[in-house]
């Protein structure tokens, strides 16, 4: 960062010979869909730690409602979801990585498939859902509104399955261990047996997002953009931070958590109506409501403003009732819990924060700048998504992107022998913590103003005050020995936060999901990957690969 207060390196006090360790062949940080993936396509004769915040019922993949992205459809053709993916990404796309991925969805889905994923079918084919920028339907999804919680159900028994896989459930990350400029590992911790030292050959980092850095979002708790800082701390280039999707529709009930309100309801017909019943997306786009997700995040936040009201609503009135409740059962019991009819009540909706784009830069087969360590899924910047994600095209970038660094990680961890020599790592104790802080306050203060300041639409005036704020917050947080994983939480999403307030600020134009109030259009200049190193003088300017040109 430049000019800001650099936090320790790391973030909780350790000792070789204070701290139990433990020798494993890959670890695995993460257990939704692109770290089982990963985990799963290791080489038995490797031993497999895998390590997660919460139970691995809990990751944010369990929660993705749309489904899955792929050319499965004879009337589709592998070139129209590419073209899709590349007019969604607002030019930042990598066509290469593009067109890999989308070639290669087919046989990953297949293989959910062959591993008991059992999507939706009718007449016995599969049913294939449509979804915002998407020009054909090609969307598999399981239990009408519930891919991921089917998906997870049978990657889980599989990896269960597995003799070479240990899972560590409930156990933090504090931070990776580098030795020599290598990641040898990480510094972990659990209620029941405090820190632990893990030595790897080769480390897959797969822990997810950063939706929780924002009041309004639909992802658990535990998204908190862990795994960008500890990649941070140890040296890893980072990439696009600038880039928070906001999902449109999230449901908005005081007292209610903010469920996320699939695109797939839009793709089924459901209309976007305004507090007095008015459909105003086809004002603002030929597309309407199955325009990409970061043009109806600002539509509805332009009508918001506009009508002095909280939210929107979706409108599935004019469908039939019967269909609307089978294909979306779980959206119609959330409601219901409310007190509200799917199929005959306006639902109130507003954005809220729902992918991070950004995050460790990565390869194509999904190593980091970091010797060592590997990374996919949310966590990562692949060049997939560009500037604004696709629809459904995140569960396909784990599953990819999962096996590739799970594949590359086998052959390179094979490739080296076991070394059981601890290296001369460790971090002092700190000094004496001081007044003790009301943690949940300072978070709920960081939520608030990344909501305001770095929302939907930014500043250069709310950002300048945002990034004053929050290097004040880091001044007295950071230096801060913590004792439980509140308090590391909290340093990281510190961390993250002014990461993507300082790239927010440097990017002066729109772009897809930044959309910058001060300057309202896209300017070639800036069709540049902004990438960030810790100790560095700010941000570097990545130009796109050269078949990403005009």
């Not at 010979?17 to 799963?40: E, N, Q, S, W, Y």
């Not at 929050?470 to 990281?492: H, I, S």
């Amino acid at each position: 960062m430049s000019g800001g207060f650099q936090g320790p390196r790391y973030l909780a006090a350790f000792g070789p010979k204070r701290v139990p360790h433990c020798f494993t062949d890959v670890l695995i940080l993460g257990g939704g869909l692109a770290g089982l993936r990963a985990a799963l396509a290791i080489d038995p004769r490797l031993q497999v730690t895998i390590v997660t915040k919460a139970d691995l019922r809990l990751s944010s993949s369990q929660w993705a409602q749309g489904g899955i992205a792929g050319v499965v459809d004879p009337e589709d053709r592998f070139d129209n979801h590419v073209a899709d993916t590349l007019a969604a990404g607002g030019g930042l796309c990598h066509p290469d990585v593009v067109t890999e991925v989308v070639h290669e969805a087919p046989a990953r889905i297949g293989e959910l498939i062959a591993w008991g994923t059992n999507f939706d079918a009718r007449d016995g084919s599969l049913e294939l859902g449509r979804e915002g920028g998407h020009s054909h339907h090609r969307i598999v999804h399981a239990l009408g509104d519930a891919t991921g919680r089917e998906v997870m159900r049978a990657v889980i028994e599989r990896a269960k399955g597995r003799d070479n896989l240990e899972f560590w459930p409930e156990t933090f990350t504090i931070d990776l261990l580098t030795d020599e400029g290598v990641c040898r590992g990480a510094l972990v911790w659990n209620r029941g047996h405090g820190k632990t030292l893990v030595w790897a050959r080769k480390t897959i980092l797969a822990t997810g997002g950063a939706g929780q850095i924002y009041r309004e979002s639909t992802n658990p708790d535990g998204t908190s953009g862990d795994g960008m800082a500890l990649a941070w701390r140890a040296g890893a280039r980072l990439r696009d931070m600038e880039f928070m999707q906001f999902h449109p529709t999230v449901l908005y009930i005081a007292g209610g958590s903010r469920s996320l309100i699939t695109e797939a309801i839009r793709g089924a017909g459901a209309h976007l109506v305004d507090k007095d019943g008015r459909r105003f997306m086809p004002e603002f786009d030929a597309r309407a409501e199955l325009a990409p997700r970061d043009v109806v995040s600002r539509c509805i936040t332009e009508v918001m403003q506009r009508t002095h009201h909280a939210n929107v609503y979706l409108d599935l009135a004019h469908l039939d009732a019967e269909t609307v409740r089978s294909r979306f059962p779980g959206m119609a019991r959330t409601c219901a819990e409310f007190g509200l009819d799917l199929t005959r009540d306006r639902i109130p909706v507003r954005p809220g924060a729902h992918y991070m784009i950004g995050g460790v830069a990565v390869d194509r087969e999904g190593r980091t700048s970091l010797p060592g360590l590997f990374a996919a899924g949310e966590v990562t910047s692949s060049g997939l998504h560009g500037a604004n994600r696709l629809a459904s095209n995140s569960l396909l970038e784990g599953l990819v992107y999962g096996a590739r660094s799970g594949a590359v990680a086998t052959a390179e961890a094979l490739a080296t022998g076991d070394d059981f020599r601890v290296p001369r790592l460790s971090q002092p104790r700190g000094a004496a913590a001081g007044e003790p802080l009301d943690l949940e306050d300072i978070r709920n203060s960081l939520r608030s103003l990344m909501w305001r300041s770095v929302g939907v639409e930014r500043s250069g005036m709310a950002l300048t005050e945002a990034a004053e704020t929050v290097e004040g917050w880091c001044r007295y947080v950071l230096p801060r020995q913590f004792a439980d994983p509140r308090g590391w939480q909290l340093q990281n999403m510190l961390e993250v936060a002014r990461l993507m307030i300082q790239a927010a600020s440097t990017r002066r134009e729109t772009r897809g999901v930044h959309v910058r109030s001060d300057y309202p259009a896209p300017n070639d200049d800036w069709r540049v990957h902004l990438a960030w190193e810790r100790g560095g003088g700010g941000a570097i300017r990545e130009p796109l690969p050269p078949e990403a040109g005009h």
